[in-house]
């Protein structure tokens, strides 16, 4: 359950609500349990999470906290409050297009100043609904809200001739199983390249990564991959250049001629697979 509370412009710490608009828009069922004849048990109300309010549906804020103590004082119960600084502020427009999700079916609810308790888990609805906001780094920038392309797989390898083939045999794994498989050197979006690296892989449903001849570049896109919770796949032609730290981890190994190569898109194909069915 959670504290509902449509007031003022919160943020001072302490406001007032007429006695009378506690439990408004709240089911009888739940309203009793936390009556005592005319009493209100305020103890236990307190020791629910609490949603403050701005009326409107539009772009006011919500803030996440807790009813430190509340008290009556003739016809006004009066509310000291605090802010839970870890959950940013949430729009009431964001609120009211999942208004469903937090037990508010009445748009009316939205403008008029109560109390409500509802029989809802708040921070399962904000899990469910809201994606927390990701820290932001400094050498490069990716959105707040991620968003993966369902068929992309991105190739992280050295750039020179010598790969092309590889890549096209990455290319063509990919496609047999009906992903598509870019990499960095094909677009150009940004001013930097790094920009452009670090974008494809956000939007990557899959990483392959070469790690023949350790190269440098490589190793920080699988960390970036890695960082960002995506599928990497580690291939390489020589045992010795899969790092100490990734030794752990499973990867192909391949030889750079025609029947390695095939037998490489052979291994991709089954991993590609096994990752679609798997999600």
């Given at each position: 359950m959670f504290n509902l509370v449509m007031g003022p412009l919160w943020g001072g710490g302490r406001d007032t609500m007429l006695l009378s608009r506690?439990?408004?828009?709240t089911d009888d069922e739940v309203a009793?349990?936390?009556?005592?004849?005319?009493?209100?048990?305020?103890n236990e109300l307190t020791r629910l999470p609490c949603l403050f309010m701005q009326e409107g549906v539009r772009d006011e804020l919500a803030y996440v906290g807790t009813i430190t103590l509340a008290r009556i004082s003739g016809k006004d119960i009066v509310l000291e409050y605090t802010f839970d600084l870890d959950?940013?502020?949430?729009?009431?427009?964001?609120?009211?297009?999942r208004k469903l999700d937090f037990d508010m079916p009445y748009e009316f609810?939205?403008?008029?100043?109560?109390?409500?308790?509802?029989?809802?888990?708040?921070?399962r609805v904000l899990l469910r609904n809201f994606k927390p906001r990701r820290q932001r780094p400094s050498v490069f920038t990716i959105p707040d809200n991620e968003t993966?392309?369902?068929?992309?797989?991105s190739a992280m390898m050295p750039f020179n001739a010598g790969f092309s083939p590889v890549f096209e045999s990455l290319k063509a794994s990919a496609e047999k199983v009906g992903l598509r498989c870019r990499r960095a050197d094909e677009i150009w979006e940004n001013p930097a390249i790094i920009a452009d690296v670090v974008s494809l892989i956000d939007k990557s449903r899959v990483v392959v990564c070469d790690c023949t001849g350790r190269n440098a570049n490589v190793f920080y896109e699988i960390g970036i991959?890695?960082?960002?919770?995506?599928?990497?796949?580690?291939?390489t032609q020589n045992d010795a250049d899969i790092p100490f730290d990734l030794r752990h981890l499973r990867y192909v190994k391949y030889l750079n001629n025609r029947e390695g190569r095939a037998a490489l898109c052979t291994a991709l194909e089954g991993r590609f697979t096994t990752l679609l069915n798997n999600s």
């Open positions: 506690v439990f408004e828009y009793n349990k936390f009556r005592v004849g005319t009493n209100i048990r305020l959950i940013p502020p949430l729009l009431n427009s964001t609120i009211f297009n609810e939205f403008s008029r100043h109560h109390w409500a308790v509802k029989d809802v888990d708040l921070y993966i392309e369902p068929t992309l797989v991959a890695h960082t960002l919770g995506r599928e990497v796949i580690l291939i």
